[in-house]
C-alpha cells in the first residue's frame, strides 16, 4: 500500500499517493487548489483592507467561500468512502470514430 499524504487544504479529508505527488500536483483535487487559491485571494484582500470596516459584501464573499471549501470536504469525503468499498470509475469511452484496429 502506498503512503499517502494528507492535502494541505484545511478541512479536506483527501490524500495524496506517491504518484500524485511525483506528478507535481500538490492537492488532493482541482477543486481543493482551486478553492485553496480562492481563499489565499480573499485573505489577501481582507488583509489589505485592515483599517476599514469589513463591509457586508466582504463578509458574505468568506461565508459563501468557507460554505463551498465545507461542501468540497464532504464530498471529498464521500468520494474516499466510495474508493474504500472498492468501487473505481471506468476508464473513458474512446472517441467516436476512432480507429481502434
Not at 9 to 17: A, I, N
Not at 33 to 43: C, M, T
Request: glycine share 6%.
Amino acid at each position: 500500500m502506498q503512503h499517502r499524504h494528507p492535502c494541505p487544504r484545511e478541512g479536506c479529508p483527501g490524500t495524496l499517493s506517491k504518484s500524485i505527488r511525483k506528478a507535481g500536483q500538490s492537492y488532493c483535487s482541482y477543486l481543493c487548489y482551486a478553492i485553496s487559491i480562492e481563499q489565499e485571494h480573499l485573505e489577501h484582500v481582507i488583509r489589505h483592507n485592515n483599517g476599514q470596516r469589513m463591509d457586508d459584501q466582504l463578509t458574505e464573499a468568506w461565508t459563501q467561500l468557507v460554505a463551498a471549501a465545507d461542501a468540497v470536504s464532504e464530498y471529498r469525503s464521500t468520494y474516499r468512502q466510495m474508493l474504500a468499498k472498492g468501487l473505481r470509475w471506468p476508464h473513458k469511452p474512446t472517441p467516436t470514430g476512432s480507429d481502434q484496429s
